[in-house]
């Protein structure tokens, strides 16, 4: 009888810091070639991808300083830690890509690392940074959001009330 695949999306790892650091322009979300012993990693529910950043090398696109630690059962076929990993993309993706990073500011960073429908999946983006004044501008947005959410919230609480 054939296995059933587990259907959905498994969040493993975010990079929250590259949404603070950089303006996101376009996502991608695209497959990852990987080893045995990562997957198993990776399904354990270990992974960072605080460093990360993606590098077009010869029309093909990798996955750098990405930390997938070591499967602790594996024996010999281990893998290295912070090997660069292949992504797997279209070739009208990897050129539009790689002419766009090749602006100044721009650079390709991971997003998410995830399961979807059973295979590891790497959602990246075209990303251009951003200024000191521009976080700071970024975080009293959320901040201001959030009080507008708060006396929303508290004022159709005391119209139920009444």
């Known amino acids: 009888m054939a296995k059933e695949k587990d259907t959905g999306r498994k ?13 996101i322009l376009d996502t991608y979300e695209c497959g990852l070639v990987l080893m045995g012993t990562e ?9 960072s991808l605080v460093d990360g950043f993606v590098q077009i090398d010869d029309h093909e696109a ?3 300083n990405i930390h997938v630690p070591e499967y602790v059962q594996g024996t010999w076929t281990n893998h290295a830690a912070k ?8 070739r009208a993706e990897i050129d539009k890509l790689e002419s766009k990073s090749q602006e100044t500011g721009h650079t390709i960073v991971p997003l998410a690392l995830y399961f979807k429908d059973g295979r590891v999946k790497c959602e990246i983006a075209l990303a251009k940074g951003k200024k000191e004044y521009d976080k700071r501008q970024t975080l009293r947005e959320k901040q201001d959001t959030r009080e507008t959410n708060r006396a929303i919230a508290a004022v159709r609480r005391r119209q139920r009330s009444a």
Request: charged share 35%; aromatic share 6%; hydrophobic share 40%.
């Open 11 to 23: 969040m493993i790892a975010q990079n929250k810091k590259a949404r603070h650091d950089y303006t």
């Open 83 to 90: 090997r660069k990993r292949k992504l797997l993309l279209h």
């Open 62 to 64: 990798w996955l750098h």
């Open 39 to 47: 997957v198993k990693s990776l399904r354990m529910g270990r992974a």
